[in-house]
């Protein structure tokens, strides 16, 4: 310390206001605190003033309410304003006047909340712009910090372009525009995408105004559907259909452009009031039909794909833009009604031929079929008449079967022709559908494509053998299997049948025959043409009593004389076998006699 200091004190009692105005008045220190106090602010707790802001750092904003000491509030209360600084005038909350340490507590965020309903509610009415700070991510959207409320940003109401990325939004202050409050629950949702849409609105109505149909214009591709591709004109979007993507056909669009490309579209049409501008990306590039070789005609091969497939046929690209159709019935030679996917699928290399061409009309059928040879063309040398040849059942009619030989080869086995013995009523009691039976050749209709078959020709006709062998006359046992209205069947062997009526069912004790008998018939009628055996079993036992009781009758008449010739009265009226064996038993006496 130095000599001219260290002896000097200050004077307790020395007033430095005084001196610094060059007053002598003499005002004692408790006078002058007094006034001090009297200029600062009566400070109440819990209430919400006006401060402003001194200084800001990372951690802290220093805030002066006019009270004797400053305030001291966390900077993270002002995340929602990244651009708050010193001389700002800000709301805050008295939270005490002072705490152990003599500090004045404040809170803007209490501030904030206070009045943060009806600066909410004003908003929504007055559709106000509004600033807010977003917190984080949740489902569907974001969390928003507005006026200390936690307000909701739906996904679809950030921008007016999709979202991919939401992260990159969490930590900004934005602005927005109250859209919807649910006073019960208290729920706030906000909009950034309708401030956007007011600004573009009037965009959007002059670019429009300024449109063309068959304009060319530049764009962004900025979403992928799958029915189109959503293009930014500059302000306003347009939509390019995806049949308006490529000449040829598009399963995917993202096939063809890809999100933030940029690309030339036409404008195909617009809608001035509903704002709608359908844009074409294939209209730039010359139709496909105007490039199809010159040379090309009915007849040619032709490879290509299949893109689409329906029951009635088959599309096939066989160059981008340029299809032909195969109808199911170009696809084989059968008659058969069929789907084309029993042939074809998508995505299916084929070749075919070219049916018709119609460069006009941009239209053109194919065929396969036609690749190989119809089978009717030489149908008399591969399935002559009389020839043997396995086939196939399709299906079944009341008259018969119709059968496949080969792919496009058909013929009908009539019901008839099934077998020489059996009664066949419908044929599914012969055979079944996909099962393979035997047939000959019978006749042939090529105009038709229709070929006669049978499947009992393949076998003798047994009627021959049965002629012989069921003479009129003759007796066999048979068994009754069916009792009809008509009469019974009668199985007389296997594979043979005949038929008798009620009269000839009667018994020998007068009853009537019953379905599941075995009894003797005698055979009355047999027609080998109609394959039909008539029997009786009544005829069994009363032709024996009619011959015993015309035998007796001979031998009780008067003998003749032996020159005496007897005379034989209506010989022809005699139909039966008894009446045969008298006039032989008579002719026998008469040359005895003699």
């Given amino acids: 310390m130095s000599e001219l200091t260290k002896n000097v004190k200050p004077l307790d009692d020395f007033n430095w206001d005084e001196f610094e105005k060059g007053t002598t008045a003499n005002v004692s220190k408790e006078e002058l605190d007094k006034a001090y106090d009297e200029t600062l602010n009566k400070v109440s707790e819990h209430q919400v003033v006006d401060g402003t802001v001194i200084s800001v750092d990372k951690k802290e904003v220093v805030v002066n309410i006019g009270y004797k000491s400053d305030g001291i509030i966390p900077a993270s209360e002002f995340r929602y304003n990244p651009e708050l600084k010193a001389g700002d005038v800000v709301e805050v909350y008295v939270e005490s006047a002072e705490d152990k340490k003599g500090q004045l507590i404040l809170s803007h965020k209490k501030a904030r909340m206070s009045k943060s309903w009806d600066r909410v509610n004003e908003a929504l009415e007055s559709q ?23 307000a909701f940003l739906p996904g679809s109401q950030i921008d007016v372009h999709p979202i991919r990325d939401y992260d990159q939004f969490v930590g900004k202050t934005m602005e927005f525009k109250v859209v919807k409050i649910n006073q019960e629950f208290r729920n706030v949702v906000v909009s950034h995408k309708a401030l956007i849409e007011q600004e573009l609105e009037a965009q959007k109505q002059e670019i429009i105004s300024k449109l063309e149909k068959g304009q060319i214009l530049e764009g962004t591709v900025k979403n992928i559907t799958s029915y189109g591709v959503f293009v930014d004109l500059g302000g306003v979007d347009g939509l390019i259909h995806i049949t308006d993507l490529s000449w040829g056909r598009v399963d995917d669009p993202k ?20 704002k709608r501008i359908a844009l074409g990306l294939k209209q730039l590039t010359p139709h496909p039909w105007d490039a199809l070789s010159a040379d090309l005609k009915v007849g040619d091969h032709v490879t290509g794909k299949v893109v689409v497939i329906a029951d009635y046929g088959a599309f096939v690209e066989i160059q981008p833009g340029v299809e ?18 029993e042939f074809l699928k998508v995505g299916d290399e084929v070749e075919a031929v070219i049916l018709t061409l119609d460069r006009d009309e941009r239209k053109m059928s194919l065929g396969i079929k036609q690749l190989k040879e119809d089978p009717w063309e030489t149908i008399e040398v591969k399935y002559p008449v009389g020839s043997k040849h396995t086939a196939k059942v399709r299906n079944f009619t ?4 119709f059968v496949e030989l080969e792919e496009g080869v058909d013929g009908l086995i009539h019901i008839s022709d099934l077998s020489w013995t059996k009664k066949v009523k419908h044929p599914s009691e012969f055979t079944q559908v996909g099962a393979e039976i035997d047939v000959v050749v019978l006749d042939i209709d090529k105009e ?32 009754i299997t069916e009792m009809l209205e008509k009469g019974a069947v009668v199985q007389l062997a296997e594979n043979v049948e005949g038929f008798a009526t009620p009269k000839h069912l009667v018994k020998e004790d007068g009853t009537q025959a019953q379905q599941g008998e075995e009894l003797p018939f005698k055979v009355i009628e047999f027609n080998k043409d109609s394959k039909r055996i008539i029997l009786s079993h009544s005829r069994t036992f009363e032709d024996a009593q009619r011959e015993e009781k015309k035998a007796a009758r001979a031998a009780k008449a008067p003998r003749a004389k032996k020159d005496e010739t007897p005379k034989i009265e209506n010989v022809a009226a005699s139909t039966t076998l008894g009446d045969l064996d008298v006039l032989a038993q008579l002719k026998a006496q008469m040359e005895k006699g003699e």
């Fill in 128 to 150: 106000a712009v509004i600033q807010g700070y977003i917190k984080c991510r949740t489902k569907g959207g974001m969390i928003v910090d507005v006026f200390g409320i936690e």
């Fill in 255 to 274: 096939k063809v452009v890809e999100l933030d490309q940029k690309i030339n579209v036409v404008i195909l049409d617009f809608d001035e009031e509903k």
């Fill in 324 to 341: 032909g159709l195969i109808h199911v019935s170009e696809m084989s030679w059968s008659q058969h009604l069929r789907s084309a996917q």
């Fill in 398 to 401: 009341n008259f018969g079967v």
């Fill in 448 to 479: 038709n494509r229709r070929l006669s078959l049978g499947h009992k020709q393949l076998e003798d006709n047994p009627w021959d053998v049965f002629e012989g062998q069921y003479t009129v006359g003759s007796i066999h046992t048979g068994k």
